[in-house]
Each structure stands twice: as C-alpha cells, then as structure tokens.
C-alpha cells in the first residue's frame, strides 16, 4: 500500500498540464501529463472505455483511455462520464495503434469537475443547425464550426494588429458614446439616463438638458470622425471596435452591433486608399493558410467545399478595378433580371455586387468614383460635381466587405456639401476645425469584421461568426428557441 501511495505521488509530481493543442505529436510520447477539458464522447468496449476530451485549444481531441484495473475509482464515475461533462485526467501519454490519431493518454486519474446530465444536456452527439444553435449562444462554442470560427476570429483579430504595426500605424480607441452621426442614416441608438418609463408624448418630448450628457448621445456607427482627428495629428491610425445600428433589417448579412476595422491616413489619396485596403485583405487571408490551417481545413470539407479556391483567387490576383459608372453598365448589359432594378444613381444591392464579384470578374473587384447622392457628406467630391472619390471593396460570396473614401479636406466643399445634406454645422465645428486648421489630403475605409470571417469560413448567416449575436428583437443571450 505505502509503494502504491508512493507511486501515486511520484506520477502526481512528475505530471505537466498541457493543452491538447501542445500534445497530439510523438515528441511527448513516455511523459506523465494532465489534461482538463470537456468529454465530447465516449464509447465502451469490453472493460475499457475510450473518452474523446476536447479544451478548445484546437479541433482535435485526444483519445484518453480507462479501464477499472488502472482506476480503482472508474466504476463509480462511469454512471456521470456523459457529453459534456467536465473533467481532469492524469496519465501516460502513449503511441496510439488506432488510425487518425498519432497519440492516446492512458488514464491513471480521473476527476469529473462538473456533470452534465444527458437528460437535458442539449449539445448531444449529432448534428444541430444553425438556427437551433443561436437559441443556445452560451453553449454553442463547444460545436466544433463555432470553436473553429472563434479560433479564426481571434487570429484575425490579432493580425489586424500585426499589419497595422507592420505599416506604422498607431491604435487609437475612439469612443462608443457619440452625439455624432457619422453615416447620416439616422438608424443610431439612443443613450439615455432618464427615466422612459414615464409617458412622452408629442407635445411632451423628452428634456436631454436633464439626461446624463446634458444632449442627445447614441452608440457610435463609426468611429471615424473622431480617427481623422487622430489622423490629422499622428499621421496614420486605426481603430477597430464595436459598432451599433439600428437598421430593422432581418437578413442573414446584417447585425445590430458588430466590429469594424477603421484606418485613417493623411497625405493619401483614393489610390492609396485602395491599395492599403487590398493588401490588408491578402495579408489577412494569408494569415489564415498558415496559422489556421486545422481550423480552415475544416470548414473546407464541412461547409464549402470551394472556399480553399476563393481564398487562393484573393491571394494570386491583383483586385479589379472598375469606376461605378463602368459597374452600372456590365450590370445593365448583363441583361439579368434584377430583383433591384440597375439605374445610374441607385446605391448597389447585393446581388449587384455579387455579380459583379462571382459571376462577372470570378474574383475582388474594388468600385469607385460613386455618385455623391448616395454616399455620405464627408466624401471628397471629384471635378464632375456629380461622384465622389469613394471605392468599395467586393469579394465573391460577400458583396461589400470595405467601404472607403478619400475625404474631403477642402473647408468650403465640405460645408457646401453639409448643406446639400441638410447636416447642422453648429454639430460638427469641431470636425471643420480639422480643415481651418492645418488641413491635409487624408483618406480612411472601414471593414466590416464578421464580414470577412464569413468570407474566410464560408459561413453564410452573419450570426454565426460572432459569439452573441444581436439582431432585431434579440438581445438576450438565449431565447429558447430557434431562430432564422
């Protein structure tokens, strides 16, 4: 008894806790491990019981295998080893005669954290859609395509970083809280202290001189005004966050907060605009080959079998270049039938852009010189009067995924424009000042963030690739039952 106690603490001191993810090669085969991690499945056979333990640090798990000789234990645990449970291992790291797998822990210690009861565990051994897992956002991430999306997302997120440190960009935090509305759609939400429980009707309209701010303040939709201050004083910055719009749309490509990547950059011009855009989209998806490739494999099988193709076309083409005018045109030639009708003036739909992108040019096109009627009053407005110097980038299977512009640095055009817009001056003196003083050519774009995560994964529903979603009467984090 006293050499089995001895053993016992020999294997405990000796055993180092790994991540799955630093342990499925030969190299530890022989070592004395700890894992700790979730069971994904179990399956037993003959005494022995092979358990699948997956702690998200990659797609894979690792076979563990108990048998009651080893663990004198095992007999009372089997009853609460079911999917999902929680659990810590201790054991033997051995070679594995079984095939797909190089490697297998032979248990000498389990430890069950905490049950999870088949009788309503929802996440057992089956295939679930999509619209059930967004009833269960909070458990959702332990699906392989949302552990492997989130995976994705965070590499992205963090070679946005890289590339913007590479180019000498400094990050900037702009705010969430805003009485500024950047794009002019009016679609913000209100932020307010006072008390909305009590009734205001027309002729009793709501007092913001007795609100928190003293003024009517609303969640950001950009943060790139306040980045061309930044800009105007640093050089080049960047801001990445989230952002809100309270656009009533039900579709598959829109969110009501989601992340946006926003550079800003003086002494450049639409053409550098351009291309800073096309090669943050290449670095990107590069990133994705070389430091996701697991991950990616698997939405390559299990979720579009083209994807690996798109993404090679965005890393070996150069994006194609068409004016907006030129667009309308293939678009009117292309004689389809449109459920948006094509007309010089109208804003592109999707299903324009899509054409374009798929079908037309089969690869990124990035459009410019659109009509200013449609864009917002910041753009700089070229010598036709009639389009400014706005592009946006088009990815096949997304549609837009940058809308960019070069500003409009000129303090006479840029108030003439507010006022064709019918935009209060008196808001925005702070933003003229930036052209009274020390004004600069300077040019900036936004990304939207799950837009290219769907465009890496080949997910095709928005609210899939970010981790609680809100949409139009959604905004708890589960609902209990399946959405669309």
Not at 5 to 15: C, F, V
Not at 119 to 132: A, G, N, V, W
Not at 157 to 172: L, V, W
Not at 245 to 259: D, G, K, P, Q
């Amino acid at each position: 008894m006293f050499s089995v106690l001895l053993t016992l603490i020999s294997l405990i001191m000796q055993t180092d806790y790994k991540l799955i993810s630093h342990i499925l090669d030969k190299k530890n085969i022989g070592s004395n491990l700890e894992i700790r991690g979730w069971l994904k499945t179990k399956r037993d056979s003959k005494g022995i019981s092979f358990l699948n333990i997956n702690d998200g640090s990659c797609l894979a798990g690792i076979q563990v295998i108990a048998d009651s000789i080893v663990l004198n234990n095992y007999q009372s645990l089997r009853a609460d080893l079911t999917t999902g449970c929680s659990l810590r291992v201790l054991g033997r790291l051995v070679k594995s005669p079984a095939k797909g797998q190089e490697v297998e822990l032979k248990a000498e210690e389990i430890t069950i954290y905490g049950p999870a009861p088949a009788t309503d565990y929802p996440l057992q051994k089956k295939r679930h859609s999509f619209e059930f897992l967004r009833s269960i956002s909070h458990l959702r991430p332990r699906t392989n395509t949302l552990s492997a999306m989130t995976r994705i997302r965070s590499r992205l997120a963090q070679s946005i970083h890289d590339f913007f440190r590479n180019h000498d960009f400094y990050q900037i935090h702009t705010p969430v809280i805003t009485t500024s509305d950047c794009e002019g759609a009016g679609e913000m939400f209100t932020v307010t202290s006072l008390d909305l429980s009590k009734p205001d009707g027309e002729h009793n309209p709501l007092d913001y001189s007795h609100d928190f701010f003293g003024c009517p303040a609303s969640l950001t939709v950009s943060g790139q005004l306040e980045a061309e201050a930044y800009a105007l004083a640093l050089g080049r910055v960047y801001t990445f966050g989230p952002t809100f719009r309270a656009e009533n749309s039900h579709t598959s490509r829109h969110l009501a907060e989601f992340w946006m990547v926003e550079p800003e950059m003086s002494f450049f011009d639409l053409d550098n605009d351009m291309d800073l855009a096309e090669n943050l989209i290449k670095f990107l998806v590069k990133a994705v080959f070389e430091q996701c490739r697991e991950d990616l494999d698997f939405f390559c099988r299990f979720i579009d079998k083209s994807l690996r193709k798109k993404l090679n076309a965005v890393l070996k083409n150069d994006f194609t270049r068409i004016s907006y005018g030129e667009a309308v045109n293939l678009l009117l030639k292309s004689r389809r039938n449109f459920a948006y009708p094509v007309a010089w003036g109208i804003d592109l739909q999707a299903e324009h852009e899509r054409f374009l992108a798929e079908e037309y040019f089969k690869g990124p096109v990035i459009v410019f010189a659109y009509p200013k009627s449609i864009k917002p009053f910041y753009m700089r407005l070229n010598d036709d009067n009639k389009t400014v110097a706005a592009m946006d980038v088009l990815l096949p299977g997304i549609g837009e995924i940058i809308g960019g512009s070069q500003r409009e640095e000129r303090l006479e055009q840029l108030t003439a424009r507010m006022a064709e817009c019918a935009i209060n001056t008196a808001d925005y003196e702070w933003y003229l000042d930036l052209r009274r003083y020390g004004t600069v050519p300077h040019a900036g774009f936004g990304l939207g963030f799950e837009r290219l995560i769907q465009f890496v994964t080949g997910l095709t529903n928005i609210r899939d690739v970010i981790p609680f979603p809100r949409t139009p009467g959604r905004a708890e984090i589960s609902s209990g039952k399946a959405e669309g």
